[in-house]
């Protein structure tokens, strides 16, 4: 019997799977040792979940690797994650590209220095034809300021006389997101404990299915990834219709 025949409400593969990787810090703390070998430990457990994403066949797995509000962060710490960031893109991009991976990143990428701004044009550039699973990199990236630059593609449109204002609809804001061509998630899934959603894509997260686990980052594994997909299967996505719509298949979503 399959988990279908169980639960016939029950949600289908999450699509697009959204992750806050959260609880580096913590992780090396607990251990002694500085937040660097929590981050550094953090990038081991991204190759894991990306190479587990990739079998599951999901198509598109974002993560978030460093926020807006992140800069707030110790001087040292912020360079020593820029670094990390340059050369985990450095040693990995050849091996995405082999496993047919696309790279993609969303945030405001201006404000990172040259050489990682290379690298990040590089990656996508290599990547771009390739079509298993999505990686998209949220680096510098925050809700609200996506929905800004949205609102300036839209202004500087209706300016030009090219973009009536009833035209502006939810599909029209969904095309000048960073995230437009990509699905919205299905399932987010937030390590370490917090339960808020720090300034991740807001817009996006609208009818995502949240799910929150106490395991630190560098300890979130394939089996704990299954787990979140198991929840997230067990739920009864209704999208405003009621149970009863759904269950008895009246409308379809
Ligand atoms: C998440 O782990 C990684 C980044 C934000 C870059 P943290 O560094 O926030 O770890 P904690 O929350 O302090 O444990
Ligand atoms: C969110 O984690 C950002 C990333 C994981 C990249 P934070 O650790 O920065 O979030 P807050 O500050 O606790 O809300
Ligand atoms: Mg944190």
Partial sequence: ??????????AANPRH?????DGNGRWAQQRFMPRAFGHQAGVKAVRKIVEYCA?????V?????????????PEDEVSMLMGLFLATLQSEINKLDRN????????????????????????????????????????NYGGRWDMC???????????????????????????????TDIPEPDLFIRTGGEQRVSNFMLWQLAYTEMY???????????????????????????FGHTGEQILNKLVTL
Wanted: neutral net charge; proline residues 3%.
């Fill in 55 to 59: 079998q599951q066949k999901v198509e």
């Fill in 1 to 10: 019997m399959s988990y279908d025949d169980l639960n016939p409400s029950g």
């Fill in 100 to 139: 047919n991976i696309r790279l993609r990143f969303i945030g405001n990428r201006s404000q990172f220095s040259e050489s990682l701004q290379k690298k990040m044009a590089e990656g996508e550039a290599q990547t771009q034809g390739n079509d298993a699973l999505t990686l998209v990199i949220a680096a």
């Fill in 212 to 238: 929150f686990t106490p395991t630190l980052w560098p300890d979130f594994d394939e089996q704990s990834l299954e787990t979140a997909i198991t929840s997230f299967k067990g739920r009864q996505r209704r």
């Fill in 17 to 21: 799977i959204a992750i806050i990787m």
């Fill in 61 to 73: 797995l974002t993560l978030f690797a460093f926020s807006s509000e992140n800069w707030r962060r």
């Fill in 149 to 179: 630059q949205a609102f300036q593609q839209v202004l500087d449109k209706m300016a030009a006389g090219r973009l009536p204002r009833q035209n502006i609809t939810e599909q029209l804001v969904n095309q000048h997101l960073s995230t």
